[in-house]
């Protein structure tokens, strides 16, 4: 019952934290013109070092978070694993889902359109950023579920870096291709950790209760 009581603490005390820099965030956005003027700033400066060939690259890279690529990753992940690791499969449903859900929520409520001059047309709103919240929600996951099946620490920390990797450069993608502000994949990233810090409570949580069971 201790070990249950100081986890859930930790985990409640990590999301409130992040729930909090993020309900900052979006009061900013919506309230305070510097950080518009910020987000401004910088979209200027992506659109100056942008060339063809980092068009071309960029363009590939963000493809990672799309979701005509997620949709069948999740699909393949549920059918390949489901009977043998329903443990893992369920919560990453629930980080996933409930991540695209708070990011389509917060769309609609902040009412953010797209930066000027991006090269790609996207039809629906800026804040958050899609591309970054499923790259934590999904790629996170899968490093989560990837390191608890290896021994080595070593691997364990290229496991963790190459995800950092992918999840940072996804996030760039989105700002290099000028289809999102700074703050929109900055709130982006927040809620994917809102929803694998779920995703990975959950996941824990199932461990913890056989050990209650046994007792």
């Known amino acids: 019952m201790k070990q249950k009581t100081i986890f859930l603490s930790s985990v409640l005390a990590l999301w409130l934290l992040v729930a909090a820099v993020l309900t900052d965030l979006t009061e900013g956005v919506v309230n305070a013109e510097q950080i518009v003027n910020f987000d401004k700033h910088w979209s200027l ?7 063809n060939l980092g068009v071309n690259l960029f363009s590939v890279i963000t493809l990672l978070g799309n979701y005509q690529l997620v949709i069948p990753i999740l699909i393949l992940l549920f059918f390949l694993f489901f009977k043998k690791y329903q ?3 369920w919560p990453f449903v629930f980080t996933v889902l409930s991540a695209e859900s708070i990011t389509f929520i917060g769309k609609l409520l902040v009412h953010r359109y797209r930066p000027d001059g ?4 996207e039809t629906d709103f800026s804040f958050p950023s ?17 390191i608890k099946h290896l021994k080595n620490k070593t691997a364990q920390g290229a496991v963790l870096l190459g995800a950092l990797i992918v999840i940072l450069i996804i996030g760039f993608s989105r700002l290099y291709l000028g289809v999102h502000f700074v703050s929109d ?3 982006g990233y927040l809620v994917g950790l809102l929803a694998l810090i779920a995703g990975i409570s959950l996941r ?7 050990i209650k069971n046994k007792r």
């Open 185 to 187: 994949v900055l709130a």
């Open 118 to 121: 991006g090269v790609m047309t």
């Open 87 to 89: 443990s893992f499969v």
């Open 130 to 146: 899609g591309h970054a919240t499923i790259a934590v929600a999904l790629y996170g996951y899968l490093a989560y579920l990837i």
């Open 45 to 51: 400066i992506f659109l100056s070092w942008r060339s």
């Open 204 to 210: 824990e949580w199932f461990i913890l209760k056989p």
